[in-house]
């Protein structure tokens, strides 16, 4: 994963920069340094990543969020080193002025996604899982318990994480053997059919 002035790009995961446009001056909040990531679902079932970005873009309010995810495919809508308006924690809450607003897509496949593109988020941006939380993290007036979201997950939350992790663990020494070795991304995929991957990674990875 690559971040470039907050354009965030991928080899591993299709993300596609569909911007809201700057025409619509409410969605950009201020400039940004990410503490957490922030997790939400749609809250419209059967809408595709693509509908929901469609939306952000024609929304003229105080509305805004920085990826939306469907099945195999993350449309970014705002650049991390701007704030979005996503936490309905105000113009001063951390929700919204210090994490990466993420809508996951309530349709099939969306759920997984998210975990390997969060998972490779949180790396290159050397954040720790901790920091991963969950839109009701966030209190507001309207919500001083948080609200109910991410509505499909938060029911089995700790899974979720769990699975982040168990994605991280498995890219790290994938990553440390194409960073060490300059192998491009054929290499890698050829490296991906070995019959015990995980051990030869491991192995290539603590080559003294």
Sequence with gaps: MKINNGIVTSDKIKIIQHLIPKTNKEAYGYPMKTEYVTIHN?????????????????????VSWHFTVGKDEIYQELPINISAWHAGDGANGAGNRKSIGIEIAEVPGAEETAIKFVAELL?????????IVPHKYWKSEKYPNGKNCPRLILPHWDKFIDNIKKEMSGNTNRDKVQKRFGFDNNTMLHLDKHPYPDALYNKLANIK
């Design 42 to 62: 749609t809250g419209n079932p059967n809408a595709s990543a693509l509908a929901n970005s469609m939306y952000v873009d024609r929304n003229n309010g105080y």
């Design 123 to 131: 790396e290159a941006l050397n954040l720790s899982v901790d920091k």
